[in-house]
């Protein structure tokens, strides 16, 4: 049972470093064309982890030929969620990392002492909860991010594409947001599936398993 746990921890491991490692090296760009009298002006919009998109600020002019003045941020922040959900990545990463330490070195402990078998099973049920809220949530937003760092979005708040035209660039690379999301999911499966075998090496489970005669004589011996 031992053998098994430790290889879904190492497993957890794996699955956790990716999931927080796509979402916090991510950085991408989006652009579109402005279509000036002069020439055909391309407008690129840089962003990246933690995703303050509201701190992106894009000039309104962009032709010389433009009277346009001032400058336009775009929509949504998104820290917030980004920053959880690479924290639960990093929790339950140095947590994995002290369980297999746990379970490989301090075997014998963890089976003579009931606490230490309960509090992993507490544990784990938390951070399974923590991926699954993380994880719905950084979905979302996903979503959100992907809509307004559109080229199509943006160009909206461009006078200068209302007055001169604009056509749509380069919509951006997503793919290791996608991946961020489904690694978050595989993380939920396996710390729940990891509930099982967690919960059959605590007391709770060991005393219900036990034969009705083994509790009788227990019960007489107290």
């Not at 699955?15 to 002006?41: G, N, R, W």
């Not at 002019?61 to 949504?76: D, F, M, P």
Request: glycine share 4%; with cysteine; proline share 3%.
């Amino acid at each position: 049972m031992i053998v098994i746990i430790v290889v879904l921890k190492i497993c957890n491991l794996v699955l956790t470093i990716f999931a927080f490692a796509t979402t916090s090296s991510f950085d991408a760009y989006t652009s579109f064309t402005v279509s000036c009298p002069s020439e055909q002006k391309i407008v690129r919009v840089q962003f990246e982890y933690p995703f303050r998109i509201e701190n992106i600020s894009i000039a309104q002019r962009q032709c010389s030929e433009s009277t346009q003045a001032g400058s336009v941020n775009l929509v949504g922040n998104y820290a917030s969620t980004a920053k959880f959900y690479v924290a639960v990545g990093v929790i339950a990463f140095v947590y994995c990392i002290c369980a297999v330490v746990v379970h490989v070195f301090f075997d014998t402990a963890y089976r003579s002492n009931a606490t230490i078998p309960a509090l992993d099973f507490v544990c784990t049920c938390v951070l399974a909860m923590l991926w699954l809220v993380s994880v719905a949530c950084w979905a979302r937003n996903v979503g959100d991010v992907k809509k307004y760092t559109s080229p199509s979005e943006i160009m909206k708040y461009m006078n200068d594409c209302h007055q001169y035209g604009c056509q749509e660039g380069y919509n951006g690379n997503y793919s290791s947001l996608n991946v961020s999301i489904g690694f978050g999911f595989l993380n939920w499966l396996l710390w729940t599936l990891n509930l099982w075998f967690l919960y059959k090496e605590t007391s709770w489970y060991k005393v219900r398993a036990r034969p009705p005669g083994d509790l009788l004589c227990a019960s007489q011996t107290v």
